[in-house]
């Protein structure tokens, strides 16, 4: 069984770093072909994908916040951790991970945390 | 690369009812399909060309035809009442999300 939770503070202040921690088991990210993804939603609006990393240390980040984030893996502790800097309460959202799998040209996500609520706000 | 989907779409009870993905990307790459209900993780329900989860109806089915891919639910159920994700990749590696489709079963 394949299982994710998102870990980090609940409440930032404004231009502070947020760091947020995704911790899996049931996979590995030695494995090719597989990811861990940072997806965020802000209340009430829709999903936004911020980043990913790969198996072989591929990353990608959101061109809108790439500027912004950092992400990393530390495949000995089944971890990927997502750094933000300069938060603002517009970054006020649920943050989710979720394994990324790849697949014969084809991606997707699955499953994901549950989900993390980030509250930016002085 | 954007990803274009309706607001809002309703359906009657058993009937069928299709939610559509539009982009420049899905002429080169396939959209993956997620369910969220209120207070909920999104779910995977539709992935690759047509390919259900493990546990997902099979009255979910997807396609996709130039630059739009489609989520089609043939005879909706009260329970599919959610928002609906497409999700695709572009060129650069990105992993952009659409909109959201807030689907209504009447």
């Known amino acids: 069984q394949i299982t994710l939770k998102e870990s980090g503070p609940t409440l930032v202040k404004p231009t502070q770093t947020l760091t947020l921690t995704c911790t899996f088991s049931g996979f590995s990210l030695r494995t090719s072909g597989v990811g861990v993804g940072w997806i965020r939603q802000p209340p009430g609006k829709a999903l936004e994908w911020l980043a990913v990393i790969y198996w072989d240390d591929d990353k990608r980040y959101s061109p809108s916040l790439k500027s912004r984030l950092t992400i990393t893996k530390d495949t000995s502790k089944n971890q990927v951790v997502l750094t933000m800097t300069n938060m603002d309460p517009v970054d006020t959202a649920t943050y989710f991970c979720?394994?990324?799998?790849?697949?014969?040209?084809?991606?997707?996500?699955?499953?994901w945390g549950q989900g993390t609520l980030v509250t930016v706000s002085s | 690369s954007e990803l274009t989907q309706d607001p809002a779409v309703s359906v009657a009870l058993g009937q069928t009812v299709r939610i559509t993905c539009q982009g420049d990307?899905?002429?080169?790459?396939?959209a993956s399909w997620y369910q969220q209900k209120p207070g909920q993780a999104p779910i995977l329900v539709i992935y690759g060309k047509n390919n259900r989860p493990s546990g997902i109806p099979d009255r979910f089915s997807g396609s996709s035809s130039g630059n739009t891919a489609s989520l089609t639910i043939t005879g909706a159920q009260a329970e599919d009442e959610a928002d609906y994700y497409c999700n695709s990749r572009d060129r650069s590696g990105n992993l952009p999300f659409g909109g959201g489709t807030k689907l209504t079963v009447l």
């Open positions: 979720a394994q990324r799998l790849f697949v014969s040209g084809s991606g997707w996500f699955d499953p």
């Open positions: 990307s899905l002429r080169n790459y396939y």
